[in-house]
């Protein structure tokens, strides 16, 4: 498997934010979303086998890791449920963009999916693999990622068409430099929605350009 990094940091979206977490950050991407902020991981990087990122990963005092990217479903199918079997007693989250079949990975009690669905502001809207959501459990969560009210209200169509709240978490989260925070809080209060607006909360504390 290619590896980007592995780095300890405290966990800035999901249901985690805020918890410390080791992230091992996966090499190479489908898709190229216009308001990618992790472009250096489209190449490069260096070659793990899951024992070896095991043995990395347990130098940390904590048993939570990141799985992300780039984009992870990208590694090797065999190696990277390898690495799930390994971990199986850490709390894992798995971070996709929602290109890619779920239902090739098995999952451990405590491991959950975190799943993008590509808004149109993402350039990528038809990369999206509907079929996923039927994979997708009540611990699982589905991430917007809005660049403007247009990107909100097709998001807010997609989770009524797919009768998604109350199924699985949902999150919101402004596209950093793209959307204020600010009026994508009143649009979800005004329209009932229960969705968790998540800010990218390493970036308020690390500063939005440091690796980490």
């Known amino acids: 498997m290619l590896v980007k990094e592995i780095f300890l940091s405290i966990q800035g979206e999901s249901a985690s934010a805020g918890l410390p977490t080791i992230f091992i950050r996966f090499s190479g991407c489908n898709l190229r979303c216009r308001y990618c902020d ?31 990217g780039g984009e992870p479903l990208l590694q090797p199918r065999e190696e990277f449920q390898g690495l799930l079997d390994l971990l199986g007693e850490w ?11 779920l239902e090739r990975f098995t999952l451990k009690p405590g491991h959950r999916w975190v799943m993008d669905i ?24 589905v991430k917007f990622v809005l ?24 999150l919101f989260s402004p596209a950093h430099g793209w959307l204020d925070p600010q ?3 009143e649009w979800i209060l005004r329209d009932g929605l229960d969705v968790r607006l998540q800010l990218q ?11 980490r």
């Open 118 to 141: 590509k808004c149109p502001g993402s350039g990528e809207v038809e990369a999206n693999r509907w079929e996923n959501l039927k994979v997708l459990r009540p611990c699982d969560e």
């Open 38 to 68: 992790t472009t250096y991981a489209y190449e490069g990087g260096e070659n793990f086998t899951p024992e070896k990122l095991k043995a990395r990963v347990s130098i940390y005092p904590y048993k939570r890791v990141c799985l992300t």
């Open 183 to 185: 009026n994508l809080a």
């Open 91 to 101: 709390e894992i989250s798995i971070e996709t963009n929602g290109s890619l079949p």
């Open 147 to 170: 660049t403007s009210e247009e990107d909100y209200m097709w998001a807010r169509e997609i989770i009524r068409r797919h009768s998604l709240e109350g199924r699985v978490g949902l």
């Open 201 to 211: 909360l390493h970036k308020l504390i690390f500063g939005p350009d440091t690796r």
